[in-house]
């Protein structure tokens, strides 16, 4: 059976809009022919392959797609110089015009282009395709090609326009348009509405001062592409090693915390009535199981964490991610929820032990006065909110997610941890 | 009326001083100077022409060069020895390229190897320690005796997952490179390395862990 239809039309649509286009320049040749076999090959591949994740690796290995590319560079380049000046030697005012006309004529296509694309895009966004002008600032780059297009407009020869282009830096102007410093400050507050962890936003913070700071540096305020493009690959690569370890020592505290929560519940009168024993086929065994192996389960889990980081379970909870989380409101249970099973229950899940009577009334206590969960545990979405709306119009996350529910719990917000 | 020659010459003029005293363009630089030397020798534009031979190619060519040594530098100091193989192969076969379309052919091809260099150099699902964590705690747990049996099920089970999420990504992987194999030598490997967050010693019980399941 073929690969599926819908996606090689995906893979293959551009290649084949850009092979049509060349038939319908009349363009041709042995590169024309080479486009016309590679394409045709990767409809072959398509036919003969059925799982979708081999085809595209087969067309990476043939390099199907690099060959494609090189051979259209290849045609519209001879296309390019046959519409050039003549080969007579000579270089006048007639050759000159033709040069500079070419060199427009290439930019006002890159415009058309550009201006295509962008219709495109907010035709399969829908009904959100005003979001595109929000999130692709084509107006930069079509200024910056457009300032060109005046430039060569404006009665001068090719080699002066040439020479302008470097004098004004509008060569580079042209480059570095591809990534802008309102895009960047875009993914900074997404980072810092998200919270996450402190490294994203770093990341962004210090992505957004190397653009600020290389564009100081240049003519026409603008950064080096290479350098900006290495000098932001190697933020991510210093900031990588922090986010993994911050995330699995997060997953540490998380983990003790679902157990410690799973025993002391266990033990109340409703347990079998409530998620997760109810859930189970025999409610009571399930309760007595939570009982009797969550103890033994932690301790291994602090036994594993302690060998990771050299932290005990108590430690895990004293890391910053905790604290963080809790800053936040990324914490599902209250404060006062959390100190107890951290404080008191923590110290008494032992294999074979049970919790002392005073322990389960707390916990019973907490349910039945509903102050178990963060007060506070929407915040993150009405943070996250407050950002989308800042650059989508006002009320449109809500138009588009939904209204955002406070959660119903008699539990104080958290204030500063204190475990 | 436009003088050609003078306002080529100033365009040159123009290229090379962007480039000059920037250590990082220094290959650029000295072609980009032969080019203005070239026509600052012309008293017609003509003569440029025939003057000119691969010239301007050749300034192409050295800044693809004085690129790469900009990224070889840049993936030597933080280590990522499979980005700087791709920067060391285009290095050396530009030195044998005559003219830009050669170097761009080559430069794609060189990034479609390495695009299939960086996704099979991968140590997933090693990274992931869940499986092994999780045999760990059904193993280990101090429990009830009448539960003993039923975790050491669930120990298998994950011993079973880690075969099965073994052998997908070799599937995967062999899409992009046939024969492609798990390589247990690549996990000590600087760019591999400083992504655990874990001592040495956790590293080498893990991979012997690995090894006893998959029986390699």
Known sequence: MPVNKMIVDAMLGTFRNMLQECKDKNLSGDNMDAMAATLARMEQLAVEMDDTGAYSGQLVQEGLFMKFSDHYSKVLSAAAQQTGPSNSGVYDE????????????????????????????????????????????????????????????????????????????????????????????????????????????KKEEEKLALHKKLAAASLVNVPDNLQFQLDCEKIEWTHEPDIIKWNKIKEGWEKSLFWLDEWITAYCSFAPFIEPWAAAKEPKEAVKESQG?????????????????????????????????????????????????????????????????????????????????????????????????????????????????KVKSNAAAWKSVNL | MINYLEAYKQYYFLRMKQREGNVDYNNTYTAEKNLFDIISSCTKLEEFKDKIGNANEQVALALVTDEQNIRLRHYEEIKETVKAACCRRILDKVKKCNNVSEVISMVNEEQNLSNIEITTDTIYPFADMLFLENIEIWEQADIPSEYKERYAAYANEERAGIKKAYASIEKEMNNWQPGWKFNFERIDEERHRRLLPYSNEVIAAQIKSTQQILNK
């Open chain 1, 94 to 201: 007639a050759a000159d015009k033709q040069l500079l006309q070419n060199t427009l004529n290439a930019y006002r296509d890159t415009v058309e282009r550009i201006k295509e694309n962008k219709t495109e895009i907010k035709e399969m966004m829908g009904s959100h395709a005003t979001d595109a002008d929000v999130l692709f600032k084509d107006k930069i780059i079509i200024d910056a090609i457009e300032q060109l297009i005046a430039l060569g407009e404006s009665g001068i020869s090719y080699p002066e326009f040439l020479a302008q282009l470097i004098e004004k830096g509008l060569d580079k102007a042209l480059e570095g348009s591809v990534v802008t410093g309102e895009s960047l400050q875009y993914l900074l507050d997404a980072a810092i509405a998200t919270a996450a962890n402190p490294f994203l936003i």
């Open chain 1, 293 to 405: 192996c969550v103890p033994g389960k932690l301790r291994v889990w602090e036994k594993i964490n302690h060998r990771y980081f050299g932290l005990s379970a108590k430690e895990l909870f004293l890391h910053p991610s905790f604290a963080w989380d809790a800053e936040y409101h990324w914490i599902y249970w209250s404060q006062e929820y959390v100190e107890f099973l951290v404080n008191e229950v923590l110290p008494v899940c032992i294999p074979f032990q049970q919790p002392a009577i005073n322990l389960i009334e707390i916990a019973e206590k907490m349910h039945n006065d509903n102050r178990k969960i963060n007060p506070n545990i929407h915040h993150p979405t009405l943070r996250y909110a407050t950002f989308f709306n800042s650059y989508f119009r006002e009320g449109e996350f809500v138009k588009r997610f939904g209204e955002t529910k």
